[in-house]
């Protein structure tokens, strides 16, 4: 073997590991990212578990079951969130949501205006902020799934054993020999799948319009039903 056989043995070799050392360069960035998604996941379900104490403290606030239907349907929530964790409070739980909304008022109906008015409007601004959160979540989503695609049509690895192969010289099957059938079912579990989410896998946050909306009709149910 001549100086330039070996040269160009030498550059078969370099070829071949860039080839590799780029896949897996590009799977762990894709793996990385998919559990970077992942987190925000987590953490987004976290935050919109935590609606449920605030949810909890509206109805108790609203009181009679009469009233929260009325409510529910002028805020065109069908499914009442978190309503099955309100149920099993018992009335002490109940009362020691409402204490941070104790505030001033000449009547009992006024603080209970002024409570229900005040839990409403921390419920639609943290329903807004994870409204932002769920977006950026799907954003992320949607990139994710772009990468993928990208992936699986750049590092296609019958693709790539095609090149190795053809850098050989002889047709030679590389690793041993696998055949075309083989090359194409490991080709295939090797593809990135693609994230689909479902709403049990995000649901969305409940969407509150703006107090200013409908605060007078807040303030109708509660004339309507009395505490």
Same mark, same amino acid.
């Given at each position: 073997?001549?100086?330039?056989?070996?040269?160009?043995?030498?550059?078969?070799?370099?070829?071949?590991? %860039?080839?590799?050392?780029?896949?897996? *360069?590009?799977?762990?960035?894709?793996? /990385?990212?998919?559990?970077?998604?992942?987190?925000?996941?987590?953490?987004?379900?976290?935050?919109?578990?935590?609606?449920?104490?605030?949810?909890?403290?509206?109805?108790?606030?609203?009181?009679?079951?009469?009233?929260?239907?009325?409510?529910?349907?002028?805020?065109?929530? *069908?499914?009442? !969130?978190?309503?099955?964790?309100? $149920?099993?409070? !018992?009335?002490?739980?109940?009362?020691?949501?409402?204490?941070?909304?104790?505030?001033?008022?000449?009547?009992?109906?006024?603080?209970?205006?002024?409570?229900?008015?005040?839990?409403?409007?921390?419920?639609?601004?943290?329903?807004?902020?994870?409204?932002?959160?769920?977006?950026?979540?799907?954003?992320?989503?949607?990139?994710?799934? /772009?990468?993928?695609?990208?992936?699986?049509?750049?590092?296609?690895? #019958?693709?790539?054993?095609?090149?190795?192969?053809?850098? %050989?010289?002889?047709?030679? &099957?590389?690793?041993? #020999?696998?055949?075309?059938?083989?090359? /194409?079912?490991?080709?295939?579990?090797?593809?990135? $799948?693609?994230? $689909?989410?479902?709403?049990?896998?995000?649901?969305?946050? !409940?969407?509150?319009? !703006?107090?200013?909306?409908? $605060?007078?009709?807040?303030?109708?149910?509660?004339?309507?039903? &009395?505490?």
């Amino acid at each position: 073997m001549d100086d330039m056989d070996k040269a160009l043995d030498a550059l078969k070799v370099q070829i071949k590991k %860039e080839i590799v050392d780029n896949y897996f *360069a590009a799977r762990c960035d894709l793996e /990385e990212d998919h559990q970077t998604l992942e987190n925000e996941m987590a953490d987004y379900r976290h935050d919109l578990a935590n609606l449920s104490p605030l949810f909890s403290a509206f109805y108790a606030a609203l009181g009679r079951e009469a009233a929260i239907d009325r409510v529910m349907r002028i805020l065109s929530l *069908a499914n009442w !969130p978190f309503y099955e964790d309100f $149920k099993q409070l !018992p009335p002490v739980a109940r009362e020691g949501l409402l204490k941070q909304y104790r505030n001033w008022a000449l009547t009992a109906w006024g603080r209970r205006l002024n409570m229900v008015v005040d839990i409403y409007r921390d419920l639609a601004a943290r329903c807004r902020d994870l409204k932002e959160q769920y977006d950026k979540v799907k954003i992320h989503l949607q990139l994710l799934n /772009e990468d993928i695609e990208k992936f699986n049509n750049s590092f296609d690895f #019958g693709l790539i054993a095609a090149q190795v192969e053809a850098m %050989e010289g002889d047709g030679a &099957p590389i690793c041993g #020999g696998l055949l075309c059938g083989e090359r /194409e079912e490991l080709s295939t579990r090797m593809r990135f $799948k693609h994230r $689909k989410l479902t709403d049990k896998d995000l649901p969305p946050p !409940p969407a509150l319009p !703006p107090l200013e909306a409908v $605060k007078g009709q807040l303030k109708a149910t509660l004339q309507a039903f &009395p505490s």
